[in-house]
Structure formats: structure tokens, C-alpha cells
């Protein structure tokens, strides 16, 4: 099946710095990606869905400029986390649609933020 | 806007017994896609089963099938011969089949599933 990689799986970065996550599709182009964040024992919170070649549409709540989402090509989209607090340390998982179909959802495998 | 409500935070059931998952939506869609998806602790989201709203045919996968109410806004997983890989976290999710930003999955809060030996 599809294949979605997330890098780095885990991450620390001290407060006030930027960390950025990718997120790959790797044997499909995917054309919209979307990035969700959870919390221990607690269900995936939807943070913004990305669009190749046009801004993304972030979920209501969710600091756009805090949380910086790239996607310039159909395989790869990055999210940037600014000047990062320790608030901010949680799992962070991307998942892409194939092509144009909309069918199938793709998950990576996750990414975990450590800010201190 | 579409919720997915799990109402059952914990279920446990014995190695090769029979458990069922529950999961009730609201959407005023009448077309759209539900999914169970299976988080085991390496965290890694792991699609279960898909239904398709538009078919009456419940969906099935090797020991794992749905018995999807669409009057009713339900669609609870039931999970046969339950095997100690079972365990995890299993999510009930909701996708419109419109375009755009409407592709998103909306998640309901997950059921934490013990399988015991």
C-alpha cells in the first residue's frame, strides 16, 4: 500500500527555537495533507489541512503563525513550530490523500516534540 | 458540523472471545465515509475497515466487521476471535465524500481495548 514518512519520529529542541517536521508521501502524489496533534490518551485534534500550491486552511483555535505549514510539492508538506514552548511538546501526525480519488487516507508514523 | 461520538472509553475481552465497539455520527451529509482505524502503542494509525455510506452491505475484513445503521447514525465494530495484537486504541472516524478541505477525518474520542490472555 501507499506509503506516508514522517522525519524526525522524535524531536527536542529548546524553548524558543524552531523545529520543523516533514511529512512525504513516497510512491504517491498527494495533493492535500493534513497535520493533527494529540495529547496523551486522547483522540487526533485536526490542526490544518495543507494544499499543494496554496495556503492552508487551519482549524479553528490553531495560531497559524505559530504553527507554519509548507506544501510545495505533491509529496512532501512541513510543519514549522516557532519559537516553541514546552506547551507545545506533543505527537504530531501527518496524513496525505492520494491523488485526486480522495479515497484513501494515508497516515505517517508520527513525530514526538520534546520542548524544554 | 459532523461529531463521532465513542461512548465506551475502555473495553476489555478475552483472548479468541467476540467484542463490539461502539460509535454513533451526526452529519446531515447523506453521502460519506466512515473508517475504524487501530492506534497500538507504537502509535502508528492503522485503517481497520471503510464503509461507504451509499452501500447497505455491511463491511467486512477477515475477523473484523461493522454493522453500519445508517437511520440510526451508528456503526460499531465488532472484532471475532479476539487475538492479543488486538489491543489498542481503536478510533471511530467520519469523512464527507465532497471536495476540498471537507476530506478530513473527523475522530471520535477512541476506545482503549484490552485483550486478556
Known amino acids: 500500500g501507499a506509503v506516508v514518512s514522517q522525519h524526525p519520529s522524535r524531536v527536542i529542541c529548546k524553548s524558543g527555537t524552531s523545529v520543523k517536521i516533514e511529512c512525504r508521501s513516497l510512491?504517491?502524489?498527494?495533493?492535500?495533507m493534513f497535520w493533527y496533534r494529540q495529547f496523551p490518551k486522547q483522540s487526533l485534534m485536526l490542526m490544518a489541512t495543507?494544499?499543494?500550491?496554496?495556503?492552508?486552511?487551519?482549524e479553528q483555535g490553531v495560531e497559524k503563525d505559530k504553527f507554519l505549514i509548507n506544501h510545495a510539492s505533491l509529496t512532501l508538506s512541513t510543519l514549522t513550530v516557532t519559537s516553541a514552548h514546552p506547551e507545545d511538546s506533543s505527537f504530531y501526525i501527518c496524513?496525505?490523500?492520494?491523488?485526486?480519488?480522495?479515497?484513501?487516507?494515508?497516515f505517517g508514523e508520527g513525530s514526538w516534540l520534546t520542548v524544554v | 458540523a459532523q461529531t463521532v461520538t465513542q461512548s465506551q472509553p475502555e473495553m476489555s475481552v478475552q483472548e479468541a472471545e467476540t467484542v463490539t465497539l461502539s460509535c454513533t455520527y451526526d452529519?446531515?451529509?447523506?453521502?460519506?465515509?466512515l473508517f475504524w482505524y487501530k492506534q497500538p502503542p507504537s502509535r502508528q494509525m492503522i485503517l481497520v475497515i471503510r464503509?461507504?455510506?451509499?452501500?447497505?452491505q455491511n463491511a467486512t475484513e477477515n475477523r473484523f466487521s461493522v454493522n453500519f445503521q445508517k437511520a440510526a447514525k451508528s456503526f460499531s465494530l465488532k472484532i471475532s476471535d479476539s487475538q492479543l495484537g488486538d489491543a489498542a486504541m481503536y478510533f471511530c472516524?467520519?469523512?464527507?465524500?465532497?471536495?476540498?478541505?471537507?476530506?478530513?477525518?473527523?475522530f471520535g474520542k477512541g476506545t482503549l481495548l484490552t485483550v486478556n490472555p
Open positions: 496524513s496525505a490523500m492520494s491523488g485526486n480519488s480522495g479515497n484513501t487516507i494515508y
Open positions: 472516524a467520519y469523512r464527507s465524500r465532497s471536495g476540498g478541505s471537507n476530506y478530513k477525518l473527523t
Open positions: 452529519t446531515s451529509e447523506s453521502d460519506y465515509y
Open positions: 510512491d504517491f502524489q498527494a495533493t492535500t
Open positions: 464503509q461507504e455510506a451509499y452501500k447497505q
Open positions: 495543507s494544499n499543494e500550491g496554496s495556503k492552508a486552511t487551519y
